[in-house]
C-alpha cells in the first residue's frame, strides 16, 4: 500500500460528532418498570377478553347446530362450538362441506340422520366445516379442536379432493382456495399457494394467539369479515356508492348473541332450487384426472390429521365416501377403485375403523360429493347397520 | 421488508440475539452489513449490486481524493501520460486501472450482448472521468465523478421515463421526426426497469460523505465495512432519516454501549411509529384512496377532508416510519437524528420545513442551498435560492409535474412567510394560532398536488373543492375523532398540560392502549407512502 502523502492530510474541521440527539417529541417515553406495567396490563387484557366474551356472548346451538356458511371462517367459534361438546359420550363428526350439509338444512345432515337412527337428538355432533379440505382440516383439528381428546370422533374422507391435481392444490399455478389460512403455511410446501412471507406468519400467529382469533370472531360476526377500521369505510355497492357506516358506531355493531343461520335458507334444503340431482342441472359424466395417493397433498394431510386426533387419544372412525360414481366416466373408474382401495387398506393397516358406503342411487347426489336430504338419510342406515360402525360404536 | 410486518419481526429476532453476542469480537460489525443487505435484498436481490457499486465507488473515490493535494498543483501532464510518473502512487495505479477498465468496457460494448451497451456506454464516461482524475490529481474530479454517479443513478432509475415523455410530446408537438425510447429499453441483458426502493436516500447519504470529505467537514473512513454499513444501515436505508457521516459514522468505531434504557426507548419509539403507521397512517389511506381515485365523484367537503387526512396520513406514515427506524437503531445502541417535530404546529413555512423531513431539509440547505449563495448575496438572490432550493426539493420527491408544482409552491410560500416575517405587525401582532393555522391551511393545499395522481386531477380538485356542491362528505366519524385525538394531544404537549402527560399512569396507560387497539384494530399492511422516492 502507497504512503500517503504529507499534503494530502485532511483539514477537517471540528464536527459535533454523535452528540447527544433528542429522544422526540410527544415522548411517550417508558422506563422499564412503566413497560412491565403497561405489557402487563395489555398482556392480561388480551388473556381474559375472549375468555369473558364467551361468558356474556350467548351462543345457542342445540340439536344439529352446524356453524353457519357465512360465519365458516370463524375459528375462534368453531374452537367454543368444539368446547361445547363436554359430553364424552357425544360423538362428533369432522369433514368438509359434506358433514356439513352443503345442499341440505340442518335437519337433513349425517349427523342430524344419525341422531335420528340412535334415538337421540345431539349424540352426534356436526363438526363439519363449509369449504374444507384435509389440508385446512390439519390446521381446524391442529390447532382449534384441541377439547377433542379421549373421545370417539367420525372423519370423513372425501375422495373429491384427489380428482385433479387443482383440487389437490398440487399445482403450480397460483390458485385461490377458502381457508388459506388454515393450511401449513411453510411445511409441508403447498405449491399453488402464493402467499407471501407476511401473510403466511400473520397465519401462524393468529392460529396461536387466542385474542387475535376472538378478533377475527367479532369481523366475521359483526363486521361482514372486515376489520373494524375497514367496516366504517364500507361501500353498499351502488353507483354511485353509499358508505352506510361511516357515521355509525361500531361498537353499537357488535351483538350480544352470536349471529345464527336463517331459519329457512334460501341455499339450501328440499325448497332450494340448487336441492335436486345432479343429472338434473345438465352436468354430464366426468372425467377425472385423478391424483396418485404418493403424490397426493390432500391424502397425506388427511392421514396426518388422523395422527392429530389419535395421537390425542381419539377413537377415530373414517367414513369413505359417499363419492358420486354415477358421475364418473366409464374409464375413469379403475383409477377411482384404485384409489379408495389404496384408501381402504391404508386404514386396515393402521388399524383405523372406518366404512366404506355403498355407492347411494344416482338421483340421490346432487354432485360429484354431495348427497341430497334422502342421500343422507340412506346414508345414514347404511352406517348404522353397518357392522364396523356397529362395533366401533360399542367398544 | 416493511417494518410493520411479521418478517422484520423475525428478521429482528435473528439479527440482534447474534449481533450481541457478536458484541466482544470484530464479527458485530460485519453481521450488521450483512443483515442490511439481506433486509435490502428482500425486495429485490437484484437492486443490492446498485447499493453495492454506489458504496465500493464512493468509498475508493474518497480514497484517492485523499491521496490528491488541497491546492491546485501544477501538473506535467506529459510525464504522466509518456512515463507514468505520479507522485502517489495510488494514483498511478488508479490511472492504469482506469486505462484497463477503459479497455474493458470497450471490448465488452463491442463484443458482449447489446443490451450491456448503454451500461457500458455510462461506465465508460465514469471510467474517463477517472483517468483524468487522477491523471491531474483533482479532489474536484473526485467529487465530480461521485456527483455524476449518484446523480446519474437517480436520474436513470427515478426520472428518466418522465423526461422521456415529456421530451417525446414535446417533439410530436413541435413536428420533430425525433423519438426516444423508452430508458427499460437501456437496461443491461434485458433486466427490468423498477425504482429501486431507497435510492433517493442512499445515494443522498453517500453523496453527502464525498461532499463532507471534499469540504474537509469530515475524515476519511478507512474500513470499508463502516462505510458499507454507514450507506446501508438497514433501519434507515429505505426512507431516513438522511444521516450524515460525521453523526453516523462515528457510532460504528466500536460496539455501542447498550443498557437497558436502549432497549425501553427503542420499545417506546417503535410502539409509537407502529401505531402512527397501522393505526392512523393505513385506516386514513382508505378514504384518502376513496376520493382521490375518482375526485370527480365527489363534492366540495369530500376533496376537502380527503385532503387533510391525507396530510395527517403522510405525516404518520412518514414520521411512523422514522420513529419505528429510530426505535431499532436504538435498540442496537445507535442515535438516528430527529427527522419531524410537530410540523404541523409551525408558525411559518421556514419553521414547518426545521419541523418536517427535517434530515432532507437540512441536507437541501447543506448540499444545494448554501453552496448556491445562500443569503449572503442580498435579498433577491436569497429568495431564488430559497426558491431553486425548494424547486429542487420537489423533483426529489418524484418525477412528475405535481411534484414539480408542490416544490415550486413550497418556495413561493417560504418567500411570503419569509416577507411576512418581517413585518412587525404580522411578527408581533398576528395570534400564534392564527399563523399556526395559516401554515397548517397552506401546507394542506399543496398536498393536493403531492397525492394527486396527475396535473389534471390535481387541478381538477383544486377546482372543485371551491366549486363543486357540498355534499355528505362520508367521512367515518372515527377517523375525525382519532385526528382531533391527536391534535389535541399534539397541542396539549405543547402546552402546561405537558407534565401531566408525561406521568407515569398517563405513559403506562397511553402505551397499553396502543398495543391493545394495534391487535383489535389494524388495518393490515400497506408499504410506507415515502418507499417511492
Redesign the interface.
Known amino acids: 500500500m502507497?504512503t500517503?502523502?504529507p499534503?494530502?492530510q485532511?483539514?477537517?474541521?471540528p464536527?459535533?460528532?454523535?452528540?447527544?440527539?433528542?429522544?422526540?417529541?410527544?415522548?411517550?417515553?417508558?422506563?422499564?418498570w412503566?413497560?412491565l406495567?403497561?405489557?402487563g396490563?395489555?398482556g392480561l387484557?388480551?388473556l381474559i377478553t375472549p375468555w369473558i366474551w364467551q361468558k356474556f356472548e350467548v351462543f345457542t346451538t342445540g340439536p344439529d347446530y352446524r356453524v353457519p356458511y357465512q360465519l365458516s371462517k370463524d375459528y375462534w367459534l368453531y374452537g367454543r362450538r368444539i368446547r361445547q361438546v363436554t359430553d364424552p359420550g357425544k360423538i362428533v363428526l369432522l369433514g368438509d362441506s359434506v358433514v356439513w350439509g352443503e345442499y341440505v338444512l340442518p335437519d337433513g345432515t349425517l349427523s342430524h340422520f344419525l341422531n335420528q337412527e340412535a334415538g337421540a337428538t345431539d349424540r352426534f355432533v356436526n363438526g363439519g366445516l363449509n369449504g374444507l379440505f384435509p389440508l385446512a382440516e390439519e390446521g381446524l383439528v391442529s390447532f382449534y379442536s384441541r377439547p377433542l381428546r379421549h373421545r370417539k370422533v367420525i372423519v370423513q374422507c372425501n375422495v373429491l379432493w384427489m380428482t385433479s391435481p387443482k383440487a389437490d392444490l398440487s399445482t403450480d399455478k397460483e390458485e385461490q382456495f377458502n381457508h388459506s389460512r388454515l393450511v401449513p403455511q411453510f411445511s409441508p410446501r403447498i405449491p399453488c399457494y402464493r402467499a407471501d412471507?407476511?401473510e403466511r406468519?400473520?397465519a401462524v400467529?393468529q392460529r396461536n394467539v387466542n385474542?387475535?382469533a376472538w378478533?377475527s370472531h367479532l369481523q366475521n360476526a359483526y363486521f361482514d369479515q372486515k376489520?373494524?377500521?375497514?367496516w366504517?369505510?364500507e361501500d353498499d355497492g351502488g353507483s354511485?356508492p353509499?358508505?352506510p357506516?361511516?357515521?355509525r358506531n361500531?361498537l353499537s355493531q357488535i351483538a350480544s348473541e352470536v349471529p345464527s343461520a336463517p331459519a329457512d335458507d334460501p341455499q339450501r334444503g328440499p325448497r332450494s332450487p340448487r336441492h335436486k340431482p345432479w343429472s338434473e342441472t345438465g352436468q354430464g359424466t366426468t372425467r377425472f384426472e385423478w391424483v396418485d395417493l404418493d403424490s397426493s397433498l390432500q391424502w397425506k394431510a388427511f392421514q396426518r390429521v388422523i395422527g392429530i386426533l389419535r395421537a390425542r387419544g381419539d377413537d377415530v372412525m373414517v367414513i369413505l365416501g359417499p363419492f358420486n360414481e354415477h358421475i364418473m366416466a366409464e374409464e375413469n373408474r379403475p383409477a377411482f377403485h384404485k384409489i379408495r382401495d389404496g384408501i381402504e387398506a391404508w386404514l386396515t393397516q393402521q388399524q383405523i375403523a372406518h366404512v366404506v358406503p355403498e355407492t347411494l342411487p344416482s338421483q340421490l347426489y346432487a354432485d360429484a360429493s354431495h348427497p341430497l336430504t334422502e342421500g343422507y338419510h340412506r346414508l345414514a342406515t347404511q352406517l348404522w347397520t353397518s357392522e364396523s360402525f356397529k362395533t366401533w360404536l360399542n367398544r | 421488508m416493511?417494518f410493520h410486518?411479521?418478517?422484520f419481526?423475525?428478521f429482528l429476532a435473528v439479527v440482534l440475539p447474534v449481533y450481541f453476542s457478536l458484541r466482544k469480537t470484530f464479527l458485530w460489525l460485519p453481521w450488521l452489513t450483512l443483515a442490511s443487505y439481506f433486509f435490502y435484498g428482500w425486495w429485490n436481490p437484484y437492486y443490492l449490486i446498485l447499493v453495492l457499486y454506489s458504496t465500493v465507488l464512493d468509498f475508493f473515490l474518497v480514497a484517492l481524493m485523499?491521496?490528491?493535494?488541497?491546492?491546485g498543483r501544477k501538473v506535467n501532464l506529459l510525464e504522466r501520460l509518456t512515463r507514468l510518473r505520479f507522485?502517489?502512487?495510488?494514483l498511478k495505479?488508479a490511472f492504469l486501472g482506469s486505462v484497463a477498465a477503459a479497455l474493458g468496457i470497450t471490448g465488452l460494448a463491442v463484443f458482449g450482448p447489446q443490451t450491456l451497451r448503454p451500461t457500458m456506454a455510462a461506465f465508460g464516461v465514469i471510467v474517463l472521468l477517472m483517468g483524468l482524475g487522477s491523471l491531474y490529481s483533482s479532489r474536484r474530479i473526485w467529487l465530480l465523478i461521485s456527483l455524476v454517479n449518484n446523480l446519474a443513478l437517480l436520474l436513470f432509475f427515478k426520472y428518466a421515463r418522465f423526461v422521456v415523455e415529456n421530451l417525446n410530446t414535446l417533439t410530436a408537438w413541435l413536428h420533430f421526426p425525433i423519438k426516444l425510447s423508452d430508458p427499460s429499453t437501456l437496461m443491461p441483458l434485458g433486466s427490468e426497469y423498477l425504482l429501486p426502493v431507497g435510492i433517493s436516500f442512499f445515494t443522498f447519504q453517500s453523496l453527502s460523505y464525498t461532499i463532507d470529505?471534499y469540504f474537509?467537514?469530515?475524515?476519511?473512513e478507512r474500513n470499508f465495512l463502516r462505510f458499507a454499513t454507514f450507506v446501508c444501515f438497514f433501519p434507515q436505508l429505505m426512507a431516513g432519516p438522511i444521516e450524515r457521516a460525521?453523526?453516523?459514522l462515528?457510532?460504528f468505531n466500536q460496539f455501542p454501549p447498550v443498557r437497558?434504557?436502549n432497549?425501553?426507548?427503542g420499545?417506546?419509539?417503535f410502539?409509537?411509529g407502529l401505531f402512527k403507521k397501522l393505526a392512523l397512517a393505513n385506516?386514513l389511506a382508505?378514504?384518502v384512496e376513496?376520493v382521490y381515485d375518482n375526485p370527480k365523484?365527489f363534492g366540495a367537503p369530500a376533496l376537502l377532508l380527503a385532503t387533510v387526512a391525507f396530510g395527517w396520513q403522510i405525516f404518520f406514515d412518514f414520521s411512523g416510519y422514522t420513529?419505528m427506524a429510530?426505535g431499532v437503531a436504538k435498540l442496537m445502541g445507535f442515535?438516528?437524528?430527529?427527522n419531524?417535530?410537530?410540523p404541523y404546529l409551525a408558525t411559518g413555512l421556514g419553521e414547518f420545513w426545521s419541523r418536517w423531513h427535517i434530515s432532507l431539509s437540512s441536507w437541501f440547505r447543506d448540499y444545494v442551498y448554501i453552496p448556491l449563495g445562500g443569503n449572503k448575496n442580498g435579498t433577491l438572490r436569497t429568495y431564488r435560492n430559497l426558491f431553486l432550493t425548494f424547486f429542487i426539493s420537489g423533483i426529489w420527491h418524484g418525477a412528475a409535474w405535481t411534484f414539480v408544482i408542490w416544490g415550486a409552491l413550497h418556495g413561493l410560500g417560504v418567500l411570503i412567510t419569509r416577507e411576512l416575517e418581517r413585518s412587525p405587525v404580522y411578527r408581533d401582532r398576528v395570534p400564534k394560532l392564527f399563523k399556526q393555522a395559516g401554515v397548517f391551511l397552506f401546507v394542506m393545499f399543496t398536498w393536493i398536488f403531492f397525492r394527486a395522481g396527475s396535473l389534471s386531477d390535481a387541478l381538477l380538485i383544486v377546482q372543485r373543492i371551491f366549486t363543486a356542491a357540498w355534499h355528505d362528505p362520508?367521512?367515518?366519524?372515527?377517523?375525525l375523532v382519532l385526528i382531533a385525538m391527536v391534535w389535541l394531544?399534539?397541542l396539549a404537549?405543547e402546552s402546561r398540560l405537558r407534565d401531566l402527560?408525561?406521568t407515569?399512569g398517563v405513559?403506562?396507560?397511553?402505551?397499553?392502549l396502543?398495543?391493545?387497539y394495534l391487535?383489535?384494530?389494524?388495518?393490515?399492511?400497506g408499504a410506507f407512502i415515502y418507499f417511492q422516492f
Open positions: 502507497a500517503r502523502p499534503h494530502a485532511p483539514e477537517v474541521k464536527a459535533a460528532l454523535s452528540k447527544e440527539v433528542p429522544f422526540g417529541v410527544n415522548e411517550v417515553r417508558l422506563n422499564a412503566q413497560w406495567a403497561a405489557l396490563i395489555a387484557l388480551l412471507a407476511n406468519l400473520s400467529v385474542f387475535l378478533v376489520s373494524f377500521l375497514a366504517t369505510l354511485p353509499r358508505y357506516n361511516s357515521y361500531p | 416493511l410486518t411479521w418478517p419481526l423475525v485523499d491521496h490528491c493535494p488541497r491546492e507522485e502517489d502512487r495510488v495505479f470529505f474537509g467537514n469530515v475524515h476519511r460525521r453523526h453516523l462515528p457510532q437497558l434504557q432497549f425501553t426507548d420499545a417506546s419509539l410502539l409509537v385506516y382508505f378514504y376513496r365523484d420513529d429510530r442515535n438516528l437524528i430527529l419531524f417535530n410537530n362520508q367521512i367515518p366519524a372515527l377517523m394531544y399534539e404537549y402527560l408525561k407515569s405513559r403506562v396507560a397511553m402505551a397499553a396502543m398495543v391493545l391487535c383489535l384494530c389494524s388495518s393490515g399492511g
